[in-house]
């Protein structure tokens, strides 16, 4: 199969080029490499460097390769700068996704997936974990745009008979996260444990998350485009963890033995969230298998040889 994946230089897109080329697919990963790196796309795939927001260098790619999956993971990925710069955020994840859409009606792409948000679209859940149903209310312009092309997709649907699924990811942690992504705060206190200086919890350490490891996302992804619909589908793990919880995988994996120094509390961020991934679970077989511990020991194995290199 001719898999095309935006943003495939970056820490989910490149596991996932690497799990299609693994599997014998020819793939083409767009990149602008504004936050991926060119030495994660996996050697056997081809690389562009272009921009989804640039109409002319994406229909070219589309024109040549002639996709028949296409899986979008391109975004500016920061929800703090989402706040900050909203044209920003918007120019990328909204009319850049929209010229991505645009491209796969023109060549007649079999299916896209989309990378969506479970952990920004829902905003403060009434019920937690919270299922695909609950009330969309997003607390930044980055979960406004997502669920944005959740829309598009939907219209793009009924309009040209684009085949799509939504994959609203929980906090994607693992070996190559970066520091400034929706589960940032592993690497940050890992690295930080690792210079042997105290991170800094804001507030309490209460403020929880649902924590999904890599491996268990990205055969989600590739779960999901084989055996999935429309969706969308969360791909989390229905558990909360602390700020304080992470903390002390963090220190029990790095073997630091300090305390954390607390800050105040930040605005605007959700304070509580895991997802109901009971659908992925029903429609395609997937749930989350990684136990938490061994997770974040391989995230920290990472960045202790990377800090040593
Ligand atoms: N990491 C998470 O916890 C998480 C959670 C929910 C959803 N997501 C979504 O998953 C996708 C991948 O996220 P990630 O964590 O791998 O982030 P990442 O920053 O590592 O990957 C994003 C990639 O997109 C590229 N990119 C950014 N702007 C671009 C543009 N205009 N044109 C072309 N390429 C561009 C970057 O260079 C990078 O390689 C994103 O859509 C993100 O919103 C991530």
New binding site residues.
């Given amino acids: 199969m001719r898999v095309l994946i ?8 490149s596991r996932i080029a690497t799990a299609h080329v693994a599997r014998g697919d020819d793939v083409l990963v ?7 790196l060119r030495s994660a796309v996996p050697a056997g795939a081809e690389f562009v460097h ?4 640039d109409a002319s260098a994406t229909a070219d790619c589309f024109a040549r390769f002639r996709p028949e999956l296409v899986s979008h ?5 920061d929800v703090r700068r989402s706040i900050h710069e909203p044209s920003y955020d918007t120019e ?1 994840n909204v009319l ?1 996704s929209v010229n991505i859409l645009r491209n796969c009606v023109e060549v007649g792409v079999g299916r896209l997936v989309f ?6 679209i829902y905003g403060e859940p009434v019920t937690i974990p919270a299922a695909e149903d609950s009330p969309i209310r997003p607390l930044s312009m980055y979960g406004a745009a ?1 669920y944005c092309v959740e829309q598009y997709l939907a219209t793009f649907a009924r309009l040209y008979g684009l085949h799509y699924t939504i994959l609203r ?5 693992g070996p190559g ?2 520091p400034d ?3 940032g705060v592993v690497a940050i206190f890992a690295g930080l444990m690792l210079e042997g200086r105290r991170p800094e919890l804001f507030g309490a350490g209460d403020k929880t998350r649902d924590y999904v490891y890599i491996d268990d996302v990205v055969r989600a992804a590739l779960l999901a485009t084989d055996r999935g619909g429309a969706g969308p589908y969360n791909i989390g793990t229905g558990v909360q963890t602390s700020d304080r919880g992470v903390f002390d995988a963090v220190a029990a994996a790095v073997g630091y033995r300090g305390e954390p120094t607390i800050g105040p509390e930040r605005k605007g961020e959700v304070r509580h969230i895991a997802l109901d991934c009971r659908k992925a679970e029903r429609e395609f077989g997937w749930r989350a298998t990684t136990n938490f511990a061994s997770g974040i020991a391989a995230t920290v194995q990472h960045l202790r040889v990377a800090h040593r290199g």
Avoid: W
């Fill in positions: 935006t943003g495939g230089a970056g820490f989910i897109g767009i990149d602008n490499l504004d936050t991926g272009a921009d989804i927001t993971h391109a975004a500016q990925m990328v850049g990378a969506s948000s479970g952990g920004a997502k990811y929980a906090n994607v942690y996260q970066r992504g929706e589960a």
